[in-house]
């Protein structure tokens, strides 16, 4: 089951902070997030683990709701290089298989 | 560099025609996933090969296969092309499973359908 994430796409002036949203139909054990330049491939950002536990990047934050099955990205004080597609992937209840929502078009203009 | 190897990095060719696209993973990774990535479309998952078995499936076309060597690298076979199969293909690897490591990206095959 695909997460679905919004907003579809946001535009913000450099500085001004963003959050980004994901939410699954079904019980999730973690969640990963990444962003995509275009044409480039996706670049991990963070991980969310059941339990509260998270991994990655130290200028970004998100949290993990299990109980509402939602995870929100935080983009404080947006750099012009955050711009880009940010996917939200689940893994449900497999090991194997992690299935990304639609992304989010995030454009950070000077 | 994620140190996930894909190849060809351009691919064009007729329709109904068949193609390989090769993956190799990073150093010690024994998990390889492949995504079909469409214009302006997300990430869609297609199949994942753990340590050379297929563990996860998608929503891959009948048309399409995939397997993994014992040297772990992994090949996704697209046979019987059509004009919707113009896309970005993606590997990525990761040691083991998902739920709680990432997984690594290679760049990505443009395989352009004519």
């Known amino acids: 089951q695909q997460p679905v994430q919004s907003p579809q796409a946001v535009i913000l002036r450099e500085g001004e902070d963003a959050v980004i949203n994901c939410s699954s139909s079904k019980a999730l054990y973690s969640v990963h997030w990444y962003r995509q330049k275009h044409g480039e491939a996706p670049v991990f950002l963070m991980i969310l683990l059941k339990g509260g536990e998270q991994k990655g990047h130290e200028k970004i934050s998100a949290s993990f709701n299990e109980k509402k099955q939602q995870s929100s990205l935080y983009l404080t004080a947006s750099q012009l290089s955050y711009s880009g597609t940010y996917f939200c992937?689940?893994?449900?209840?497999?090991?194997?298989?992690?299935?990304f929502g639609k992304g989010t078009l995030l454009t950070v203009n000077p | 560099d994620s140190g996930v190897t894909q190849t060809p990095k351009h691919l064009i060719t007729a329709t109904g025609q068949r193609v390989t696209l090769r993956c190799s993973p990073r150093?010690?990774?024994?998990?390889v996933y492949w995504y079909q990535q469409s214009l302006d479309q997300g990430l869609q998952f297609l199949i994942q090969y753990y340590n050379g078995e297929e563990r996860a499936k998608g929503n891959i076309l009948e048309r399409f296969s995939a397997q993994q060597f014992p040297d772990l690298h992994s090949e996704l076979n697209l046979s019987s092309l059509e004009l919707g199969d113009s896309a970005l293909y993606f590997c990525a690897s990761s040691p083991r499973g998902v739920l709680n490591t990432e997984a690594f990206f290679g760049q990505g095959t443009r395989l352009t359908v004519v």
């Open positions: 150093s010690g990774d024994l998990s």
């Open positions: 992937g689940t893994s449900g209840g497999s090991n194997y298989k992690l299935t």
